[in-house]
Each structure stands twice: as structure tokens, then as C-alpha cells.
């Protein structure tokens, strides 16, 4: 059984992560963007490029959980940010790309997700030491 000091730190992690990414979305539809999972697609599309990812290729990439990329991927598509071509060596699969409104659309997010994130996390940390050792110790969480 845990500590209670460990039941304590578990409840403040989820009760922080739900806090936090709550007010990012805020922040996001506040100033008229889609939700973070986008910005997340968005952004690994642009790290991918130019070969683009396959669908299958997303789920370890990507920050958020998304039980259902390729509902995401299809609104994404509707949207004209990303496009889907038939992979090169498997005619079976498909390879995405971002299209050039998709990065546009990814670049001004991230003024209003880097604010948030200072907002919400950087401005609750005593500077650059503190943040380093909360990515630290949440760091051993994911060995």
C-alpha cells in the first residue's frame, strides 16, 4: 500500500495536470484557437516534415492523450491543416502531411500556449532551478 505522503503526491499530480490543461484550453478558446490535441498533431506534423507521419506513427509522439487520432485526424483534414497521401511503400497505408494553413495555424498558437504555459506553471515556480526539479522528479514517473 502507499504512503500517505505517496497518496498525497498522487492526488496533487492529477489534480494539477487536470487543473492546468483546463486552463491552457481556456486560455486557447479564449483567444479563438482549437483545442490543445490540434496544436499537438500540428506540432509533429512540422517536426515530421517533409515526410509526414503515419497514423499509427502519433500516439507514442504525442503530449496529450488521444484515444482516437484518426477522428482527430479526419476534423483536422476537413479543416484543410494537414492532407493525406497514399504511403509510398504501402499502398495500403497513408502518410500525413501538414498543409501551409496547418502551420500557419500552429505558429500562432504558440504565442497564446507559451503565455499559458508561464502562466500557469513558470509564474507558480520559484524561477528556472524549481522547474528543473519538478521536470526532474516527474521525469522518474516515466521510466
Known amino acids: 500500500m502507499p504512503s500517505d505522503p505517496t497518496t498525497d503526491a498522487w492526488i496533487a499530480l492529477v489534480r494539477a495536470q487536470q487543473k492546468v490543461l ?29 515526410d509526414g507521419l503515419r497514423p499509427m506513427d502519433f500516439e507514442p509522439r504525442l503530449l496529450l492523450a488521444q484515444h482516437n487520432v484518426s477522428r ?36 500562432r498558437m504558440w504565442p497564446v500556449y507559451g503565455a499559458a504555459i508561464e502562466r500557469h506553471v513558470g509564474s507558480k515556480l520559484a524561477g528556472d532551478g524549481e522547474a528543473g526539479d519538478l521536470a526532474g522528479l516527474l521525469g522518474k514517473l516515466l521510466v
Do not use: N
Open 22 to 50: 483546463g486552463a491552457v484550453e481556456t486560455d486557447l478558446k479564449a483567444s479563438g484557437f482549437p483545442p490543445l490535441s490540434w496544436y499537438d498533431i500540428l506540432l509533429e506534423l512540422r517536426r515530421a516534415r517533409p
Open 72 to 107: 482527430l485526424l479526419d476534423r483536422l483534414e476537413k479543416a484543410g491543416l494537414i492532407r493525406r497521401e497514399a504511403h509510398e511503400r504501402d499502398g495500403r497505408g497513408q502518410q500525413i502531411h501538414i498543409t501551409d494553413a496547418g502551420l500557419d495555424l500552429q505558429q
